[in-house]
C-alpha cells in the first residue's frame, strides 16, 4: 500500500482545522440548570451597530424556543444579555511551508521549502466576536457564558447567516450537561 498522499492529506486537514472556531463556554457548576425553562432576551443598551444586534437578538430567541424555552417578558426563569465586537482581521504573516513528495522514473523524494509572500491590496476582512450570558433572573447573577467568532467580508444575508449559524453554535452548549 503507498501513501505517497499522506503528507498532503495530513497538510490539508491541518489547515482546514486551523480555519474552523470552536465555542467556549463556562458556567456554574453548582447551579441546577433543569429548573429553566422560560427567559427574556436584551438588547445591548448602547450599540454602533443596531442591526447586528438585533440579528443576534433574534437569533437567540430562535435557538432558545428550538430547544424548548420559552420567551416570557414578564415573569422569565432567566435572561440573555450579550455582548458582540468587531475587529479587523490580522493580516496573514505571509510566509509558508510546503511539504511535497514525488517521482522521478524509479527513485521518489520528498521536499519541504518555505516562501514569503509580499500582501497586496487591502485586507477588508472583519472578524465578529459574540458572547453570550445567561443569567438567573430571581438571584441576577450570571450563571453561564458562551462565546465564539466568525470571519466576514461584507455586511447582508451572508453575514445575517454567520450570524445565526455562530450563536447556534454558541447555545448548543446551554444548557450545559452536567
Not at 445565526?164 to 452536567?178: E, M
Request: hydrophobic share 35%.
Amino acid at each position: 500500500m503507498k501513501f505517497s498522499h499522506l503528507p498532503t492529506l495530513f497538510i490539508t486537514a491541518i489547515l482546514l482545522s486551523a480555519c474552523a472556531t470552536t465555542p467556549k463556554s463556562d458556567y456554574d457548576i453548582n447551579y441546577d440548570f433543569n429548573q429553566l425553562n422560560s427567559f427574556t432576551a436584551f438588547s445591548p443598551s448602547q450599540t454602533k451597530d443596531p442591526i447586528s444586534a438585533e440579528r443576534i437578538k433574534g437569533a437567540i430567541s430562535e435557538t432558545l424556543m428550538s430547544k424548548g424555552f420559552v420567551a416570557d417578558e414578564a415573569h422569565p426563569d432567566f435572561r440573555i444579555t450579550y455582548t458582540f465586537k468587531v475587529e479587523n482581521k490580522p493580516k496573514d504573516s505571509g510566509v509558508s511551508i510546503g511539504l511535497g513528495t514525488g517521482t522521478w522514473g524509479s527513485s521518489g523524494g520528498i521536499s519541504i521549502g518555505t516562501s514569503v509572500g509580499v500582501p497586496i491590496g487591502s485586507n477588508t476582512a472583519k472578524i465578529q466576536t459574540i458572547q453570550i450570558d445567561v443569567i438567573d433572573a430571581q438571584s441576577n447573577k450570571l450563571i453561564w457564558r458562551g462565546t465564539d467568532k466568525f470571519n466576514f467580508d461584507a455586511g447582508g444575508e451572508d453575514k445575517a447567516e454567520e450570524t445565526a449559524k455562530t450563536v447556534t453554535k454558541i447555545l448548543a452548549l446551554f444548557p450545559p450537561q452536567q
